[in-house]
């Protein structure tokens, strides 16, 4: 994951937006803490999960509520993720904890529009 120069990550379009519908788990998106580390290689099993749903159900142009029941799955999923590291990172004192929540929110605010495509 590219960094911001001081050593934090930065959450980009790279992620949000895979090339061939897959986001692979790397190294590079590793933050050495177990918590964190399990829930983002969960995240990324489920979406790619639902990038292979929404591929198939969107190819036949049958935009199905099981395609926006798992959509909104994946939203709580983020949201009680960015919750659980949000506070992990206060504990810890992150230096650039700003700058990671606006990254959380960039990410939500990206879903949520297309959240909005779906209807």
């Not at 099993?45 to 909104?72: G, I, R, W």
């Amino acid at each position: 994951m590219p960094s911001d120069g001081r050593g934090s990550r930065v959450f980009g379009p790279e992620i949000v937006e895979p090339k061939g519908g897959v986001v692979s788990w790397s190294s590079e998106l590793e933050t050495g803490m177990d918590i964190l580390d399990q829930q983002h290689r969960r995240y990324i099993d489920l979406l790619n999960v639902y990038l292979k749903e929404a591929t198939e159900q969107l190819a036949t142009e049958n935009k199905s509520n099981k395609l926006k029941e798992s959509f909104c799955f994946l939203l709580g999923y983020a949201a009680e993720h960015f919750s659980t590291e949000e506070e992990i990172m206060k504990e810890k004192d992150f230096p650039n904890y700003e700058a990671h929540r606006k990254e959380h929110l960039y990410f939500m605010n990206h879903v949520a529009k297309l959240s909005r495509e779906l209807e």
